[in-house]
């Protein structure tokens, strides 16, 4: 097999180029030259396809109750020391109003999964309140967990314009050790990312990373995953143990574990632009928990997109997926200056005003549209 320079090259020369063994060789290299190498080329590939520039969008945890016992999450249905909470519609117009005073163009409602006609029609109602509020000026995304083709529809109608559904995992045996039996299918979920673009969303998936059990191959066959789904926005970030949570029991966060899971990371966005080119990545929060600038290296790894959370400080202790979730103590307005100078220190700049939309979404539909005369 080509050495890692070979590998780059190759990857450089078209979408999708590579062999899950080249993708696996380009994670598994502990070497520091290649590591930069991969980096770098990553970087550049970013600057290419999305330009100078961070898009942005205001994060907003909207509830915390959850039909799902996903093993690995800390608000999962089984965690009895949660305290439940669903913000009111007005708490969440409210929310959106930071979003627009802060300037950003874009928001993420993400919540934990809700099947009823009632928690339906309540996201609908929300989606068109945000609408009347901006006058369209806002792009929503929703993160929401699996729901019919039917309702992803009806919220596509209200509004939303992206929904974020991460496949956490693609390998159907590593995803049956990370969901209870009953009422967890990555085949379902396989089926609802089909779904989300039959009716007609930037679809965005992702895993996590580092997972207890995980191999570098498992990661490779994950990223040809994203490519055959013709992903349009990747959303991974590493695993972080919850004390609740029975996957990660026994690992304790010491600055070793959170360094490897950092870097693993940080390779999965590299290797993840290397082989998409032109899709939406998010560096995220994960990479914050890990490092201050955990996000920064994410954007220096070939992301280009962060998710500032703007939901009240006094909610964001009840929205605990992990362990050490930053900002808990930062109120909106000084987590954006901060985050504003630190993406200057890397020599770029926030994107304020502007959707952000994929630019592999704007290419598919582009060729689509062509297609059909
Ligand atoms: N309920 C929705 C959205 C909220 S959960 C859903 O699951 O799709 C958002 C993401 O948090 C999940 O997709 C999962 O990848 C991530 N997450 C959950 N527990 C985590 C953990 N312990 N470490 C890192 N990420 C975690
Ligand atoms: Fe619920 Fe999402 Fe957590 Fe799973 S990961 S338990 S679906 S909030």
């Keep these: 097999m080509k050495g890692i320079s070979g590998i780059i090259d190759k990857a450089l020369s078209r979408p999708r180029a590579l062999s899950a063994d080249e993708l696996e060789a380009l994670l598994a290299s502990d070497d520091e030259g290649d590591r930069r190498a991969v980096r770098e080329a990553a970087y550049a590939l970013k600057l290419a396809k999305c330009g100078r520039g961070v898009s942005l969008r205001g994060l907003i945890e909207m509830s915390n109750v959850c039909a799902k016992n996903c093993y690995y999450c800390g608000i999962r249905s089984g965690n009895r020391d949660v305290r439940r909470f669903k913000l009111s519609y007005e708490d969440i117009m409210r929310h959106a109003g930071i979003v627009m005073r802060s300037g950003y163009a874009s928001l993420v409602l993400q919540g934990g999964e809700v099947e009823s006609r009632e928690n339906t029609e309540f996201v609908a109602k929300v989606l068109r309140g945000i609408q009347e509020l901006s ?35 693609s390998d159907p045996e590593m995803y049956r050790k990370l969901h209870p039996e009953t009422g967890h299918s990555c085949e379902r979920r396989k089926e609802c990312l089909r779904a989300l673009r039959r009716t007609g969303y930037q679809v965005g998936t992702g895993v996590m990373i580092g997972l207890p059990g995980q191999t570098f191959r498992h990661l490779a066959s994950d990223i040809i995953f994203f490519g055959d789904m013709d992903a349009d926005m990747i959303g991974m970030g590493p695993f972080i143990p919850h004390h609740a949570a029975p996957v990660g029991k026994g690992i ?30 998010a560096s995220t929060t994960a990479l914050q928990a890990l490092a201050p600038d955990g996000r920064e290296r994410g954007i220096l790894a070939g992301a280009n997109v962060i998710m500032p959370n703007v939901t009240d400080t006094e909610r964001r202790r009840d929205y605990l997926l992990y362990e050490n979730k930053p900002g808990i103590d930062e109120n909106a307005d000084s987590s954006r200056k901060a985050l504003e100078d630190s993406i200057h220190a890397i020599g770029e700049d926030l994107l304020y005003g502007r959707f952000g939309d994929s630019p592999h979404y704007a290419a598919r539909t582009a060729a689509a549209a062509e297609r059909n005369g």
């Design 135 to 169: 006058g369209g000026s806002i792009g929503v995304t929703l993160s929401l967990g699996e729901q019919t083709e039917e309702v992803y529809a009806e919220w596509r109608a209200a509004g939303a314009r992206r929904y974020l559904l991460r496949i956490e995992e």
């Design 252 to 281: 304790c966060l010491t600055p070793e574990y959170a360094g490897r899971q950092l870097e693993l990371g940080l390779r999965m966005i590299s290797a993840v632009r290397l082989y998409l080119h032109d899709v939406n990545i």
